[in-house]
């Protein structure tokens, strides 16, 4: 018996349309465009699209047709388009409106938060030393001791820019790429953390905010060659 | 930044999902300082699934650096609809990682805004207004449950590379197909 394609539309109102074809390179690009389209009307009118391509072992589009709906052809793929959620339904236009004034007030929080920023960075800092200290004694669980380093490595990168000290998310962020490269830890690789770590102590000691200038750039580049080294190991 | 739409968002219910306490404070009080009156907070999984089945959040704020599983396996379950929660819902992936393989892999979990770290006020509710104003329709295929990732406009700038993944419910060619025929199908 020959091989017919056959695709199924059902909507939620419940009806089902099918088309068939017998040769098997034209299925999919009608699957193709009416899954494009089937994106675009439920984005546009809402409901629910639900499409399948079958492959029925029977000689002719009726009888395949037939098949599919005795649940006797081979489902060869599916999808299902839904209208998403509609969130502005319960969003309004007017009153506690989110304008400039507000968006200034809500940085504001994050500003004054600035302090907080450096005894934070400290705590990770140390979390990062003792890391390194466990890391260059034998036998130590280098694995959980690297998931620790990576977990202070992390929430600095994360929080540094926020406070607007982007110079130290800079830094986070090539410490987690150097870790999360690093498969067993060499003395170099001890090392290499070592420089992210003391370059980080230097940026929270002289308070170095934004990019850090020239200075900064210079780190900068100096731990890009770090890790490119790790990388392509 | 583009001058961002004045919303009232005081009714919408977020769950904001971070193992790290201060900055799940400070989300917290931005989306204060925003006006939203219910704002849920979970350190862990196990919590926002709680969260997520006791108050149906409208949006998640979510870390991609999680205990015990990720933020991505986290945002995979949610589209599979496990534990009750709705697949549905809107989830904000907020993250550190900037490498372009981390970031496609958020996409293809499912995520619908991609926020990378450091946060700020602007850029918190620029991804909000997105999930408002942009809703995508929602697919579930064989290999992928979430909204519509080939949009126009693409919040994860990672290219527009066809994936193999897509063929679940993406497009194989044009051929010379009429709109009728596919206008037919749908019942339009």
Redesign the interface.
Known sequence: MNAVFV?K?A?KDN?E?Y?TFEDSS?A????????????E???QNGGE?K?EMFDADETDAEAAEKAVIAGKAEKV????????????N??????????AK??????K??DD?KD?FIL?ANEDLDRLFKCLEILKKAGADKKSVLDRAF?SA??I???????GY?LI?RI??HL??VILALDDVSSSDIKAMQVHVNAMRVVIVQKLEGDGGALGKEVIKGLDDVLMKIEKR | MAE?P???????RFLIVDG?E??RN?VV??LQ???VRERFEASNVEEAFKILKDYKP??IVC?W?LDNISGVDFTKKIRKGEDYS?P???IIFL??H??KWQIENARDAGITEYLS??????TL?SRICS???N????????TFIG??RRRQHDPFKVGNARRESD?????????E?S?D????????
Do not use: H
């Not at chain 1, 507000?102 to 940085?107: G, M, T």
């Open positions: 695709i539309v909507r009806t349309k088309k034209k999919g690009p009608f699957w193709a465009r009416l899954f494009k389209r089937a994106m009307v439920t984005g699209i499409t793929k599916s999808s299902k388009v839904s209208s998403p959620p509609n969130l502005k319960k969003v309004r236009l007017f009153g506690n409106v989110v304008d507000v968006l200034k007030k809500a940085q929080v994050i938060r907080d934070w977990k992390y929430q990168t994360c929080r540094g820019g926020a406070f982007d998310t986070g962020d987690c790429k | 961002l004045t919303f009232n968002i005081e009714n919408l790290d201060n900055m400070v009080n931005i300082t925003f006006g409208d949006i870390e650096e709705d549905m819902v809107a993250t550190a900037t490498y770290k450091p946060i700020s006020a602007d509710y999930v408002i104003e809703p995508r329709p929602f697919i579930e295929g064989d909204p519509d063929k679940s419910g993406g497009e194989d060619g044009d051929g197909i709109d025929e596919i206008n037919a199908m749908l019942g339009m």
